[in-house]
């Protein structure tokens, strides 16, 4: 891919936008783009330089991108808090063309990391529900203020925040955005003493969070003095990846999201809006909570991924009312006029509640209030789905009854600090 229309190779200490950004190391790449951390001269603090490949097709999705990026910036700066910031945008010409170039707030881990560090166990209830009070923040800004869509919301789309600057304050920083990667840091060309440091702070931090879910899920209680260092833990996070979003008046892909966090209207190509994103983040509050995606369809004999996805979806959720289940473009490839499932005619119906007894072993009452949090975002209807905002005041996000219910509301994009100071006290208690 490092050749012409593709990858710009970066050494470290490579100069970029005329000497502004410095090349410290790799962060990550994708299908469009290699993304490094970066130096700033000019304002003194790490960024995140994403350099896309340089033919015509990934100019255009980086323009796209920087474009709703843009939009996104121009709100109020309180309200964007949790959605990345991009800071700057710059062409740079190499040997393999031109690259269009972001520059982008620097941010830590993503959610997928955090949870493979847990060992795919699932993290305490009490820190699911900080991160999805972000997200959700995050996407009511988006929803109501800019009327975008992301698309393509899941674990890797969500990236940890340090809520002190890593770069100013490396050594006294509680939690570091870096987590240790548990397979080495395949990417990291120089280790800075520095970031050494941030690392065994990481792991001091990660250790605290590892091991929680099964004091958190019904199996007993945990140890004060263990509870009191999960809750010393911030989780902050933000969304990212802007380069499938759209608005929700002119949706222009007809096949979004990845997969396993893939909305039934999509599936069945019935128009969709702003509603896909709430299915997403219930998929991934199951998976914050449990450690396992919530549907994970596979292709059978004699039935596709696509059937064998909706299978799942009804298995958990009921039976798709007839009306939806008929009106889509691809309805017919799925179902009879009945509304029952061609190729799969068996269902075995085991609800989010009882599922999240069994296999997960979350006591009665928190199995029952995180499916009261869940099962409305998962309505076959998508019209029904609460928004984000409606979410943002829902009784489990409080997660405390003794918490007054006014304080709850409170919670909203016009308040978005209050929110965040509202969520540690409750959330510390
Ligand atoms: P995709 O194929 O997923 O669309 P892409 O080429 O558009 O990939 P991104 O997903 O935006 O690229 O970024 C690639 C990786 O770089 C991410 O998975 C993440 O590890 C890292 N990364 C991206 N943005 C940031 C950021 N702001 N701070 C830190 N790391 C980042
Ligand atoms: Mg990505
Ligand atoms: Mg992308």
């Not at 499938?244 to 966090?261: G, K, M, S, V």
């Not at 199995?367 to 409606?390: G, I, M």
Request: aromatic share 8%; hydrophobic share 40%; net charge positive.
């Amino acid at each position: 891919s490092y050749r012409k229309g593709g990858y710009h190779a970066v050494r470290v200490g490579d100069q970029f936008a005329g000497g502004r950004y410095v090349a410290q190391r790799k962060l990550g790449w994708g299908q469009f783009s290699t993304v490094w951390l970066a130096y700033d001269t000019t304002t003194s603090a790490y960024v995140a330089l994403k350099i896309q490949k340089s033919a015509a097709q990934f100019v255009q999705a980086a323009l796209h991108e920087i474009s709703v990026l843009s939009s996104i910036a121009d709100g109020a700066p309180s309200n964007s808090k949790f959605v990345v910031q991009l800071i700057d945008q710059f062409k740079h010409t190499g040997p393999n063309g031109q690259h269009q170039c972001m520059v982008l707030e620097f941010l830590g881990d993503s959610l997928l990391r955090l949870v493979k560090y847990n060992r795919y166990k699932g993290l305490p209830l009490n820190k699911v529900r900080e991160i999805c009070q972000c997200i959700l923040i995050g996407l009511d800004y988006l929803h109501r203020e800019h009327g975008i869509i992301h698309t393509d919301l899941k674990l890797e789309n969500v990236l940890l925040v340090s809520t002190i600057d890593p770069a100013k304050d490396p050594v006294r920083s509680g939690v570091s955005p870096i987590l240790e990667r548990p397979e080495g840091n395949v990417n990291g060309a120089v280790t800075s003493l520095i970031e050494k440091k941030l690392k065994r702070r990481a792991r001091r931090a990660v250790a605290k969070i590892s091991g929680q879910r099964a004091s958190m899920g019904g199996m007993g209680e945990s140890p004060k003095s263990e509870r009191r260092n999960i809750h010393g833990i911030d989780v902050r996070c933000k969304v990212v990846d802007f380069g499938n979003a759209c608005w929700a008046d002119n949706p222009f892909a007809e096949e979004i999201q990845t997969r396993q966090y893939r909305a039934p209207e999509v599936i069945l190509q019935a128009g969709y809006s702003l509603s896909v994103d709430m299915w997403s983040f219930a998929c991934i509050a199951f998976e914050l909570a449990t450690g396992d995606m919530l549907f994970t369809p596979k292709v059978g004999q004699g039935f596709s991924e696509d059937e064998d996805h909706l299978a799942l979806m009804m298995e958990l959720l009921g039976k798709m009312p007839r009306k939806i289940a008929t009106t889509g473009a691809k309805s017919k490839d799925f179902f009879d006029r009945h509304g029952d499932l061609k190729r799969i005619r068996r269902l075995k119906f085991w609800p989010l509640n009882k599922l999240l007894i069994e296999r997960y072993m979350f006591s009665e009452s928190d199995a029952l209030e995180f499916s009261e949090f869940l099962v409305p975002l998962l309505d076959f209807a998508p019209e029904k789905r609460p928004t984000a905002q409606q979410c943002l005041q829902h009784a489990w996000l409080a997660g405390n009854d003794s918490v007054p219910s006014e304080m709850t509301n409170e919670t909203s994009v016009e308040n978005v600090d209050a929110g965040i100071s509202n969520l540690k006290i409750r959330v510390g208690k």
